[in-house]
């Protein structure tokens, strides 16, 4: 999905759209986000995830976030983050904003990916995907 935005995001410059992507990091509390987590409908499959190497995953996953996401970790940060976006003049906007109570180092996974990307669109004579497009003329401002 993080790829899929960072397209769009370039993809969407030249038309004036500017684009933030927050990534919010794990938050075991203010959401029901593990309780109603999807499962496959294919039970068949599950039980047999269940019955080989994969027996428990879920809950192991479940118990591991719920060991290091801090007691005091507020979802509500996730709305903040985004109000602070909305009301940044356009042009200033961050490309991306963690909201990670668990430092679980996908800012600094992504900060070298942006970078990398970053570097070859430059290269390759199409920096200007890089920041969003003022858009001047009425044509344009229509589109």
Do not use: C
Not at 82 to 108: L, N
């Amino acid at each position: 999905m993080d790829a899929l935005a960072v397209v769009y995001a370039r993809e969407l410059t030249r038309w004036g759209i500017e684009t933030s992507i927050i990534v919010p990091g794990a938050f075991t509390g203010g959401t029901n986000h593990f309780a109603h987590a999807g499962s496959p409908a294919d039970k068949a499959r599950v039980a047999e995830y269940e019955a080989g190497p994969y027996a428990g995953f879920a809950d192991e996953v479940r118990k591991g976030f719920a060991s290091v996401v801090p007691a005091d970790a507020d979802v509500a940060a996730v709305a903040d983050a985004i109000v602070k976006v909305v009301d940044t003049p356009f042009g200033k906007r961050p490309f991306r904003v963690h909201i990670d109570p668990t430092q679980d180092g996908a800012e600094v996974v992504n900060a070298v990916s942006d970078r990398v990307r970053a570097e070859l669109l430059r290269r390759i004579g199409l920096a200007d995907v890089l920041t969003p497009r003022a858009l001047t003329s009425p044509l344009e401002n229509a589109a």
